[in-house]
């Protein structure tokens, strides 16, 4: 039976599944039919359905926190339903701290070890011990450690190796008693007074500041991964770009900021339809109604041809694109 998925992801194309099922107990996972295309979704704030779905949306609705104390860190045990800005806030509350910079990045915790959710420096990645999933091909449950996570930057096995593989079902967290706050970016970097609950504060300040809510305008964060470049692709574009900017990442590259990129090529505020590269943060394309997925993707094509033009810089994409049965990937041909 036709399901809309336009209150299910939050650029809010209008589009539809062919069945849709709600997971609040591990059972239920058991008694899945995985065999035809399924998409697996949390909150949606990272997903975007292009066309209507002709498969089965899971969506994930576990709940439940659990805090073990330990000698020297915390254990948090989160099942993946869990929102993940309200689990940020609930253990500062708690005073547990460590996680601070990772506040207000919408959807669930299930789905933050995926893609490594990552702000202003801290990548989830440092504090992962554990995360469960179900495994679809042996009906069965397993769990990972931090290393086989194999966690990079964006990136994790449950991309690769593990992709329609698995569904996570819970994370287990450790966060070190001994708090060190993390401050090398931007905003952070002018506090005062250096407390978890100061850093958490000044996060969100900068992001309500520069990203639009989803809830209100129609959008999926941030839409394009930084671009990782050699050191030496970076002295060359230095030499005419003076202020891209840029951080190490490794010995041998650095990261640099797609939204920088594309807001110097004059991008911000171009339209394809009612999709929109936000006026306030290049790095978001927010959907103002009337869009479909096909002005998306020629959204995506044109910034990709126009920031390779200038810079010879490919980006990509980092929100899952869903087409009609699976992912997809929009790449466009460099002129």
């Known amino acids: 039976m036709a399901h809309s998925l336009h209150s299910l992801h939050t650029f809010a194309l209008n589009s539809q599944c062919q069945n849709f099922v709600e997971i609040t107990q591990l059972e239920q996972l058991k008694a899945q039919n995985f065999s035809a295309p399924f998409c697996l979704l949390g909150e949606g704030s990272n997903t975007v359905f292009l066309n209507d779905y002709m498969g ?62 990552g702000a202003y420096g801290v990548e989830i990645a440092k504090f992962v011990e554990l995360v469960e999933y179900f495994d679809i091909t042996t009906n069965t449950m397993h769990s990972l450690n931090n290393e086989q996570c194999e966690f990079a930057y964006r990136d994790s096995i449950f991309k690769h190796a593990l992709k329609n593989k698995a569904v996570i079902t819970q994370v287990h967290l450790a966060l070190p008693k001994k708090w060190q706050p993390v401050l090398s970016y931007g905003s952070l970097q002018q506090l005062d007074i250096i407390t978890p609950q100061a850093v958490f504060d000044q996060v969100i300040k900068t992001r309500n500041s520069k990203l639009p809510n989803p809830y209100t305008l129609a959008n999926a964060g941030s839409f394009f991964k930084n671009p990782i470049i050699t050191n030496q692709q970076l002295a060359e574009l230095l ?13 041998s590259h650095h990261k640099v900021a797609a939204g920088w990129l594309i807001d110097k090529s004059g991008l911000k505020g171009h339209r394809e339809a009612g999709i929109e590269v936000h006026q306030q943060q290049a790095l978001v394309l927010v959907n103002q109604g009337n869009s479909e997925g096909s ?10 041809q126009v920031v ?24 466009a041909e460099p002129k």
């Open 239 to 251: 030499k005419q770009f003076a202020d891209l900017p840029h951080y190490e990442y490794g010995q």
């Open 56 to 117: 089965t949306v899971i969506k994930i609705a576990l709940k439940g926190i659990k805090i073990t104390e330990r000698e020297n860190d915390t254990l948090i045990s989160i099942a993946a339903g869990e929102n993940w800005h309200q689990l940020v806030s609930y253990l500062l509350e708690q005073n547990i701290p460590g996680l601070e910079n990772l506040a207000l990045i919408p959807g669930t915790v299930g789905a933050s070890p995926v893609q490594n959710i």
């Open 295 to 304: 002005d998306l993707i020629k959204m995506i094509k044109h910034i990709q």
């Open 308 to 331: 390779y033009t200038r810079y010879n810089i490919m980006l990509e994409h980092e929100v899952r694109l869903m087409d009609a049965r699976s992912e997809c990937h929009i790449n």
